[in-house]
């Protein structure tokens, strides 16, 4: 079983629409949770913490639901610069600590 | 200056050259990764140092040989590779046992083997 699950897309929406995208991990230990945006060929970028009281920045909103393992990432507003995959990154327990990546989630945004 | 430099961009190499990818972080981070990402698969851990000691090496051939002179830089050595290595190699770099230990990448190496 992979350590962490993501839906690929892709997702195609317009402008100016909401969007979600899901993620289950395997490991209930897991520590800390991540949402990163990565550009074609470029470099993933963090793009928030998710903690387990749910967090907000601007149009993007994440939540954590630890009994069912599964964390959100909710884009409001979307913007044509939304377009980018997404990946969903889980922090391990204490042995070993390692970042475990999602395959991420494609998302274009339509004019 | 970018937190995480990582030369060069791209990479075109035969498959009986040797080349080698650098990394440099200026976060003051005390850990530093190299991460292979091929089309349609997660990113696949390769190695970690941590206070330049190496503490992970995920099973990766030997064709590839790391190297970690400091905490701040990060060498990845790369001898007679085969096409299946042509990836996005990712160095990254993160505060170990911080609290709030969040990564940091490069902007990564796009390499082709021929």
């Known amino acids: 079983r992979k350590e962490v699950e993501q839906d690929p897309g892709p997702f195609n929406v317009p402008e100016g629409a909401t969007v979600a995208f899901n993620c289950t991990y395997s490991n209930s230990a897991s520590q800390s949770f991540f949402w990163y945006r990565q550009d074609c060929r470029k470099e993933p970028k963090l793009l928030m913490s998710v903690y387990s009281s749910g967090n907000e920045d601007g149009r993007f909103t994440a939540q954590l639901n630890r009994a069912s393992q599964y964390i959100s990432l909710l884009i409001r507003d979307s913007k044509l610069s939304d377009s980018a995959t997404y990946l969903c990154v889980v922090k391990g327990t204490n042995t070993g600590n390692q970042f475990y990546f999602g395959t991420g989630t494609s998302l274009t945004v339509i004019p | 200056e970018t937190g995480v430099t990582q030369t060069p961009r791209h990479l075109v190499m035969g498959m009986t050259n040797k080349k080698s990818l650098k990394c440099e972080q200026h976060l003051g981070h005390n850990a530093m990764y190299w991460y292979k990402q091929s089309a349609k698969k997660p990113l696949e851990l390769m190695f970690v140092?941590?206070?330049?000691?190496?503490?992970e090496n995920n099973s990766v051939p030997s064709r590839f040989s790391p190297e970690c002179p400091n905490s701040s830089h990060l060498f990845l050595h790369l001898h007679t590779l085969q096409p299946e290595d042509s990836a996005l190699y990712l160095c990254?770099?993160?505060?170990?046992?911080?609290?709030?230990?969040?990564?940091?990448f490069g902007s990564g190496t796009q390499l082709s083997v021929l």
């Open positions: 990254a770099s993160s505060d170990r046992g911080a609290a709030n230990e969040k990564l940091f």
């Open positions: 140092y941590n206070f330049k000691e190496q503490t």
